[in-house]
């Protein structure tokens, strides 16, 4: 206990120094990065179930219209705010206008009816099934992300290999792997924050003579992190290309990651979260809450696209929520907890247009006889992901999903 204590103290105490504003002391290896390209995922969690059907709607299957006939999108063309089609059947949400510009680009892609095989209405047990990549399991210690990095060692990795723009550290990001939680980079690199010397102080008196090897290497880094502050300012720089992003805590999210990305710092992984999804009351169509919440969601998206120019050749955005809702529309004007989901990918590499196999919106194809079934298994995605967008191959993806096979030929085709 004394030695997971010291662990844990060395661990957030050293959070805390980054929290003040404490550059890596491993701008070595930061400086070596530079000029240097590097695939780059990003997940964005849309905490609290989305409403995947009216964020991508299947305009062109009827059942849709008769099971929701206050809340349901209009047909493109038949309203001012009606669906952006994408092909004959699927179209966005018309508050996602700024993301149906990106698929005219020819960068962003769908896959529909995708999700967990085993069912479940918990928010918390569908969240954590989906960021451990363990359906059904509800004691993995780690999650695939970070499991994605212990199985893929990088000599030349920094602590910016991983960053969660988040409150706090997401499941996804837990395991072994070092990773970091900025939720305010604007307040990485400022040495003269409160208290920052006597801090340091009391870190080197308390760590660098310690007994411990691990214990000791870790806290000269840290030290020697303090030592170089000075060579960094990420928190600063506008965005590039006239890029707006929306002034919400999702919004700076993405700012920060783009910041990131394009101080060539060595990021790998980037997570960040949309909230307040949950829709069983006064869901809203093309008007109300739920729209308003697509507006900050694709505005968000849109300017990090922009922001980033030509690295989107070499970064891919993925988003996810824990599961779909009910298709029929409940008698308070909302959804109830669902199913199947729809979930975006948006970068260079991708194939435009909707991707998986649509199973229908009948009562006889239906999932419980109430929900949109999942076609694809989202660890299939997140696989194919993680061979065709991060390079790994199939044999080490396995790995990341414990129990589950990786297999190309289930792969949706969404990437190239």
């Known amino acids: 206990m004394a030695e997971l204590t010291r662990r844990l103290l060395l661990k957030e105490g050293m959070m805390a120094l980054v929290s003040l504003g404490v550059a890596p002391g491993f701008l070595a290896r930061t400086a070596a990065l530079q000029g240097r390209r590097r695939r780059v995922l990003v997940v964005v969690f849309q905490r609290g179930a989305v409403d995947g059907l009216n964020m991508v709607v299947p305009f062109g299957d009827p059942e849709y219209y008769f099971a929701r006939p206050t809340i349901a999108i209009a047909r493109p063309g038949q309203a001012e705010d009606a669906t952006i089609a994408i092909d004959n059947l699927f179209g966005l ?38 960021e451990t990549g363990t359906p059904g399991v509800r004691t993995t210690p780690d999650g695939w992300l970070n499991r994605y990095m ?43 924050a ?7 102080a009391a870190f080197r008196d308390r760590y660098q003579t310690g007994v411990d090897t691990q214990l000791s290497i ?21 965005p590039a290309n006239a890029a707006v992003y929306p002034v919400t805590r999702y919004g700076r999210a993405l700012r920060q990651i783009a910041q990131l990305i394009k ?3 060595g990021l ?17 169509g093309a ?6 919440g697509l507006d900050d969601f694709g505005r968000g998206l849109a300017a990090f696209y922009t922001d980033l120019g030509d690295r989107m050749e070499d970064v891919l955005i993925l988003t996810m929520s824990e599961f779909g809702r009910s298709i029929t529309e409940n008698g308070s004007r909302g959804t109830d907890h669902g199913h199947g989901n729809a979930m975006l990918l948006i970068g260079g590499g991708v194939r435009p247009g909707v991707h998986g ?46 129990g589950y096979e990786v297999s190309a030929a289930r792969f949706t085709g969404v990437l190239r």
């Open 287 to 292: 008007t109300g809450h739920m729209a308003r």
């Open 93 to 130: 949400h018309p508050r996602l206008a700024p993301l149906a510009a990106l698929h005219r680009r020819g960068h962003l892609g769908v896959v529909h009816a995708c999700g967990s095989p085993l069912s479940t209405r918990s928010h918390f047990d569908a969240q954590d099934y989906l």
């Open 357 to 402: 196999r649509w199973p229908g919106l009948r009562r006889d194809q239906r999932y419980e006889g109430r929900d949109l079934a999942v076609t694809t298994d989202f660890r299939d995605l997140f696989g194919e992901v993680l061979v065709r967008h991060m390079g790994l191959s199939p044999a080490a993806a396995n790995a990341v999903f414990p």
């Open 268 to 284: 790998e992984i980037a997570f960040a979260e949309s909230d307040d999804w949950d829709h069983h009351a006064d869901e809203g």
């Open 218 to 238: 870790a806290a000269r880094e840290a030290f020697d992190a303090i030592d170089q502050l000075s060579a960094v300012r990420l928190g600063r720089g506008d």
């Open 194 to 200: 409160p208290g920052y010397d006597d801090i340091a």
């Open 263 to 265: 101080a060539d710092v």
């Open 150 to 192: 212990a199985g893929r060692p990088d000599t030349d990795a920094t602590p910016f290999r991983a960053v969660a723009a988040t409150p706090r550290r997401p499941r996804a990001l837990d395991g072994s792997a070092a990773t970091l939680v900025i939720p305010d980079l604007s307040r990485f690199g400022v040495r003269d």
